[in-house]
């Protein structure tokens, strides 16, 4: 019985566990051209993280969110149980607004357990809110991975000429004239990644532009 203890909390102990944060606010429907909006790009990279993670003896939990915590499952083991995670995944519809750095506060508190999360998000809010949740995952032994998805269109304007933008999770617009701004509009979505990728880094965490 003793032995059988010990190779139960060494295997415990030697356990990756992890919990893949997805963000299902509303502009993560976004899609331009390509076959997938970010949603859907988002749940096939969830899925293929948490497949891998239990297929090597690892454990993987799910979070959607936007706003708030929609659904959550605590880590399951084996590929069987991690069938009511994936059909989660299915069932996802894109809305309201995100509040990555509330979720990461309440993650580091309730996760007693060191723990790998991984971020998946387009990130669209202002980058230190983020960091500063990141950091509090950092300081309760946590490791975080931020995977950000980006779709092609957000990283350059492609089109030109007076157009309106619409924000899809505040229903703000604004009217702007594209080619005034295009290059200034490139600059600060490069300045918005590097320091979100500084700021993971500094962290010992990862940064994965999608």
């Not at 051209?33 to 690892?58: E, N, P, R, T, V």
């Not at 996802?92 to 506060?105: C, D, Q, T, V, W």
């Not at 990141?134 to 269109?153: F, K, Q, S, W, Y």
């Amino acid at each position: 019985r003793s032995d059988k203890y010990v190779i139960r909390r060494y295997q415990e102990e030697t356990s990756l566990r992890a919990f893949v944060l997805l963000d299902s606010s509303e502009s993560m429907a976004f899609k331009e051209d390509g076959a997938h909006s970010k949603m859907d790009y988002a749940c096939y990279l969830a899925a293929g993280f948490m497949y891998i993670l239990c297929s090597q003896a690892d454990s993987a939990g799910l979070v959607i969110f936007n706003e708030t915590i929609k659904t959550s499952f605590p880590p399951v083991r084996s590929l069987a149980n991690l069938r009511p995670l994936l059909l989660a995944l299915e069932g996802i519809k894109p809305a309201g607004r995100s509040n990555i750095e509330e979720m990461l506060h309440k993650m580091a508190e309730q996760v007693k357990t060191r723990s790998l999360f991984i971020l998946i998000s387009d990130c669209l809010t202002d980058p230190a809110s983020i960091l500063r949740g990141i950091r509090h995952m950092h300081h309760n032994g946590h490791e975080v991975t931020v995977m950000h998805l980006l779709d092609p269109a957000e990283m350059h304007l492609n089109f030109t000429g007076l157009a309106e933008l619409k924000e899809l999770e505040t229903g703000e617009r604004l009217v702007i004239e594209v080619d005034e701004i295009k290059d200034a509009y490139a600059a600060e979505v490069q300045r918005f990644i590097a320091e979100l990728r500084k700021g993971a880094l500094d962290c010992q965490g990862d940064y994965h532009l999608i």
